[in-house]
């Protein structure tokens, strides 16, 4: 996003919810309504659905070290600030089962290299839900189920998979030059292909293709676990950076608090001012914070591991940033991408689960 869209202080309308009793088959192919975004960091207009989806089950927090972090930039000039963006929403699934077939309206796309992938681990025991399990075993994605090239008449176009939104978000693409196609295996692997550029030097996103689940506002306080767990394999090139972005009492909404936690950061630069440094499990960040806006930025960068949700909502309440009674809206885990330097570029998911308890 630009510099002078700002994260802070937007004001965000959400149109209603519409929960969708899912049965049966587990893919759909959704197709939200679109959202309106203003120029300034004022306001953000927003319409979509929102669907409700809640977990149970316990996982350890790990990560693995990126070598990589400190490749050298190949080319762009980095905006002064350049901000994440989340366009209006795709639909995500309910707690049981998912809608019925993706039908013929799956498009096919552009070839483009496989990216390597995960399938779900089992779920979680004793009663407990994990929506994807905390055990994964790596495969490539060499048949993907669904093909989704740009659609400039509905940036949020995805697949409901499992109870979770795979969503191509190319919310920001129509203002400048972008190709992105998404090739999707499952909601836990998946990757896209784009190309674009910051030639006109504002740091923009154009896209967040992500995976996420919405859920019917349960209270942080209600869970006695909430993490998540992920990999991803990125290009080090361009611009971007690999993010949770989490929406805290509504999404994209007045009043709601929108929570980053940037895993792998590439020539990225979060909004706000940086406060301080925490550090849970073994795992130190930044913290940035502008109005509404909080970014938790990876001191150094990991392609892989779990992460304890509950303990960054924790120090965001002890913090007084939100009330003790603050609800989730939502979980989302994606690649916000500024620039690929013009040339193709591919940004995999190779795992992702969400457990809570």
């Known amino acids: ?30 197709a939200p309504p679109r959202g309106l975004r203003c120029t300034k960091a004022t306001m953000i207009l927003t319409s979509f659905f929102a669907l409700s989806g809640c977990a149970d089950a316990i996982v350890n927090a790990t990560s693995t ?10 080319g762009d000039a980095l905006g002064s600030t350049t901000l994440g963006g989340d ?3 795709g639909n995500a699934g309910g707690d049981t089962g998912s809608a019925g077939t993706a039908g013929s309206d799956a498009p096919t796309g552009a070839d483009g290299s496989e990216a390597g992938g995960v ?6 025991t004793d009663g407990a839900r994990s929506d994807g399990g905390s055990t994964s075993v790596s495969q490539n994605c060499t048949n993907p189920s669904y093909v989704l ?11 409901t998979l499992s109870g979770f939104y795979v969503d191509t978000d190319t919310w920001n693409a129509a203002h400048y030059p972008v190709s992105q196609t998404m090739y999707i295996c499952n909601y836990n692997n ?22 996420h689940r919405d859920f019917n506002a349960p209270m942080i306080n209600s869970f006695s676990t909430f993490s998540s767990s992920f990999a991803h394999t990125a290009p080090h090139v361009g611009i971007y950076e690999y993010a949770y972005d989490i929406w805290l009492n509504g999404v994209a909404s007045s009043g709601s608090t929108e929570v980053m936690i940037w895993t792998d950061n590439y020539y990225q630069v979060p909004s706000g001012s940086p406060l301080e440094t925490v550090t849970f499990d073994s795992e130190s960040y930044k913290v940035y914070k502008s109005g509404s ?9 990991v392609t892989s591991g779990t992460v304890n949700l509950l303990s960054f909502f924790n120090h965001i309440i002890a913090k007084g940033w939100i009330p003790p009674t603050s609800t989730v809206g939502a979980v989302d885990y994606g690649i916000e991408i500024v620039s690929t330097n013009s040339a193709d570029a591919t940004f995999q998911v190779n795992s992702f689960s969400l457990t809570t308890n």
């Open 149 to 159: 090239p740009l659609n400039p008449s509905n940036p949020q176009d995805g697949v």
């Open 1 to 30: 996003m630009p510099s002078n869209f700002g994260r802070a202080g937007l004001i965000p309308l959400r149109a209603g919810e519409l929960e969708r009793q899912l049965s049966g088959m587990n893919s759909e192919r959704m």
């Open 119 to 124: 399938s779900a681990g089992d779920s979680g």
């Open 87 to 89: 366009g209006a929403r």
């Open 190 to 211: 998946w990757y896209v292909i784009a190309n674009m550029n910051n030639n006109t030097n504002d740091g923009a996103v154009k896209t967040y293709p992500n995976v």
């Open 293 to 301: 806006y909080i970014a938790y930025v990876e001191t150094t960068n």
């Open 65 to 74: 070290m990126d070598g990589g972090a400190d490749d050298a930039l190949n």
